[in-house]
Each structure stands twice: as structure tokens, then as C-alpha cells.
């Protein structure tokens, strides 16, 4: 079974901090993603990788950056993080089309 | 302008019944179409799927039926479960996008016991 981790579950951050979440498959897929979850807008894409080191801007990329430096390893950093980035983080990984979720990260920023 | 819509917000129904959960798209270049299924703390899982070839896939209770003039895929669960209570969304592939998946805002499902 394919099983992609996120690194917290539950996380509380100060506007203004820098802030990272992780995200790691097993699978060997070649596709990453980070989607944000927010009531009646259902996911939206924040930034995808097709490969090591290669990004691209999903619909929302503002006040977002990542980083793919091992093919397993997708991180999500919030430059300097703001009370509108309040959400459900998840990230997902794939071969083809179907995408495979990690279990979310609910991040508050107060 | 979000391309994939889900109309209704949450939908309740009696065990044993149907569920129908309904989904409109705007872009006529989407051509294969996937439902997943949330439950509350957890990511989505993949449910079911229909290429833009075919109007029906079935898969169990699951049937997804795909009406391409009308821009407008329905998943049909029968007969519905309480644990079948969730979140669904429907989600868009391009057919030059690569894996890249559009969602809908989701439906939330409950089934009453």
C-alpha cells in the first residue's frame, strides 16, 4: 500500500514565524503535491513536482514556497507565515492520475 | 471562477436508500474524472473513476455516470451505509495537464441509521 506521511498533525504558529511541513512517500512516485483544504472550496493546488528538484505554481502559490531535494521528500514552507493560511494542509503523491493523500495537517495561525 | 462545482453543500439520507452526489464542470478539455472520499482527520481516499470514453463505471455500491453535453458526472452510492458518511469530492484531470487534479468543494454526506 502506498502510504505518504505528513510530519505534524496538528500544528500552532505565530504570524510572522517561518514555518515548514513535510511531507514523505514510499512508493516511488514521481508526482508531489500540496493542496490547502478550506470549507466549501474544497483543495486547491498550492505546488506540484514532477521530479527531483523541479517545481511548478498550482493555483494558489502566493506566500508559499517548496522544496523536492530527495525524490520521497516534499516540503511546504510558509516564508513568514499569515492568519489567512489558516487551513488543512495535505499532501499527495502519484504515479498517474490517481492521487495518493497523506493524512493532513491542521495548521492555526494566530 | 472555480471550474469543477459540487451545488450541494451536505446531503442526508436514510440507510438502505440512494445517495446521489452530483458534479458540474466548465472546461470541456477534462477528460477523465475521479470521486475520493474524506473523513474527518484523515486525506482523502480515492473512491472511483470515469474516462471521458465511457458514461458509466461500476464498482461495487459505486456507479459514476458521466453525461459529457451536459458537463455533469453523479455518483451513485446504493444502498447507502452510515459508513458511507463523508466528505466527497470530485476531482478533473486535463488532457494536457498531466496529473494535475481539479476539485470540487466537496459534498458532505450523512446517512442516517
Known amino acids: 500500500d502506498v502510504k505518504v506521511t505528513q510530519s505534524s498533525r496538528y500544528l500552532v504558529k505565530r504570524t510572522g514565524e517561518k514555518v515548514f511541513l513535510e511531507c514523505v512517500q514510499d512508493?516511488?512516485?514521481?508526482?508531489m503535491f500540496w493542496y490547502r483544504q478550506d470549507p466549501g472550496l474544497g483543495l486547491r493546488l498550492i505546488y506540484f513536482s514532477y521530479d527531483v528538484k523541479m517545481k511548478e505554481k498550482g493555483d494558489i502559490p502566493e506566500g508559499y514556497s517548496v522544496s523536492r531535494e530527495k525524490k520521497e521528500r516534499f516540503s511546504l514552507i510558509l516564508e513568514s507565515a499569515s492568519t489567512n493560511q489558516t487551513s488543512m494542509y495535505l499532501c499527495?503523491?502519484?504515479?498517474?492520475?490517481?492521487?495518493?493523500f497523506g493524512p493532513g495537517t491542521r495548521l492555526t495561525v494566530l | 471562477d472555480q471550474q469543477v462545482k459540487q451545488n450541494s453543500p451536505s446531503l442526508s439520507v436514510q440507510e438502505g436508500r440512494i445517495s446521489i452526489l452530483n458534479c458540474d464542470y466548465t472546461?470541456?478539455?477534462?477528460?477523465?474524472f475521479l470521486w475520493y472520499k474524506k473523513y474527518p482527520a484523515e486525506g482523502p481516499t480515492f473512491l472511483i473513476s470515469i474516462s471521458s470514453i465511457k458514461d458509466k463505471n461500476e464498482d461495487g455500491r459505486f456507479t459514476v455516470f458521466l453525461n459529457k453535453s451536459a458537463k455533469h458526472l453523479s455518483l451513485h452510492i446504493v444502498p447507502s451505509q452510515p459508513g458511507d458518511s463523508a466528505v466527497y469530492f470530485c476531482?478533473?484531470?486535463?488532457?494536457?495537464?498531466?496529473?494535475?487534479?481539479?476539485f470540487g468543494g466537496g459534498t458532505r454526506l450523512m446517512v442516517k441509521p
Open positions: 472546461n470541456s478539455m477534462f477528460d477523465y
Open positions: 512508493m516511488d512516485h514521481e508526482n
Open positions: 476531482a478533473a484531470v486535463k488532457n494536457n495537464a498531466g496529473n494535475m487534479l481539479t
Open positions: 499527495a503523491s502519484s504515479l498517474y492520475d490517481e492521487q495518493f
